[in-house]
């Protein structure tokens, strides 16, 4: 059962400790039948709520070594109005874990043994814009690919306290391939 706040909204649970390594596997055809589960899952929830629902992350790349978590974006009209979806998901056995309001109103939750990573943002939200940039990037250069590959495979051997300081570790490499790939992006759209 969800935890309730003293307003009536879900609680969110905070973050938890890995102090560990991170566990990376090679690319799994599995992964995308494993996305449309959770696709039909959110949809059936939220009908015509989930204005967008797509597969992103490393598991959303073929041929790119990934924590063998589905990362999902989804957008809703308004993250804010968590009354449209939150219950909803949570009856299909996700749980919220984090609020951002200062970050694009976004919410993230769980499902499973963090086996799902739900990303929820409002639609026509510029985030989304750029995850989708830069999964589509990845999977159509394989220079980059593999330089993201090998900068993730460097650092999943260390030990880390958080999860979120393996990401902010890649972030430098992250911040270089979505220059190419916003420069690549306005090159296309000014040559129409």
Excluded at 47 to 70: D, F, N, R
Excluded at 100 to 125: I, N, T
């Amino acid at each position: 059962m969800a935890e309730i706040d003293e307003h009536g909204r879900v609680k969110a649970l905070g973050h938890t400790p890995l102090n560990s390594t991170i566990r990376l596997d090679d690319y799994s055809s599995e992964w995308p039948a494993r996305f449309q589960q959770e696709a039909a899952r959110i949809r059936r929830a939220l009908g015509s709520k989930a204005v967008l629902v797509e597969h992103v992350g490393s598991t959303s790349v073929p041929g790119l070594a990934a924590k063998p978590i589905i990362d999902v974006v989804l957008a809703v009209p308004d993250t804010t109005d968590e009354d449209a979806y939150v219950l909803q998901l949570v009856a299909e056995g996700f749980v919220l874990r984090h609020r951002e309001p200062d970050w694009y109103q976004h919410r993230m939750f769980k499902r499973g043994d963090d086996e799902v990573h739900l990303h929820v943002f409002s639609a026509r939200c510029p985030e989304i814009d750029r995850m989708l940039l830069f999964r589509n990037w990845l999977r159509n250069n394989a220079a980059d690919r593999q330089l993201y590959e090998q900068t993730k495979r460097d650092l999943a051997v260390r030990v880390w306290e958080y999860m979120q300081n393996y990401a902010d570790a890649k972030a430098a490499v992250v911040q270089e391939i979505m220059r190419r790939a916003e420069a690549e992006s306005k090159s296309r759209a000014e040559s129409r």
